[in-house]
């Protein structure tokens, strides 16, 4: 069983920074592709960022272009998401996501379907 802990959430100004943590426990970290995902009251869940095993390939969202990315470390079992210019859209429970998987075919990425294990989310609120 692979558990998941998601850190590094706050509140900040719009076109701040902020660093999402996410430590796996449990498994093959070094095996799995990993995602995060976003909900925002009200709203359904969407995904934000995915990566692979290695890191060697990335998928962002078009809003998060260019503001977003997510490195990892296998050697530390854990997954980034740094986010700069941050905008109010972008306030949300952030998800740390795990597939068992080692990548992603076609668009699947975006799909929680294709995660096998979930973190407990951490708040990201962006002030205007």
């Known amino acids: 069983q692979v558990h998941l802990v998601e850190s590094g959430g706050g509140l900040v100004q719009a076109g701040g920074s902020l660093r999402l943590s996410c430590a796996a426990s449990?498994?093959?970290?070094?095996?799995?592709?990993m995602g995060w995902f976003r909900q925002a009251p009200g709203k359904e869940r969407e995904w934000v960022v995915s990566?692979?095993?290695?890191?060697?390939?990335?998928w962002y969202r078009d809003s998060v272009k260019g503001r977003f990315t997510i490195p990892r470390d296998n050697a530390k079992n854990t997954v980034y998401l740094q986010m700069t210019s941050l905008k109010p859209e972008d306030t949300a429970v952030y998800y740390c996501?795990?597939?068992?998987?080692?990548?992603?075919?076609?668009?699947?990425?975006?799909?929680?379907?294709?995660?096998?294990?979930w973190g407990q989310g951490t708040q990201v609120t962006v002030s205007s």
């Open positions: 996501a795990a597939s068992s998987r080692p990548t992603f075919t076609g668009t699947t990425y975006q799909s929680g379907g294709r995660y096998d294990y």
């Open positions: 449990g498994g093959t970290f070094s095996t799995y592709a």
């Open positions: 990566i692979n095993w290695s890191g060697s390939t990335t």
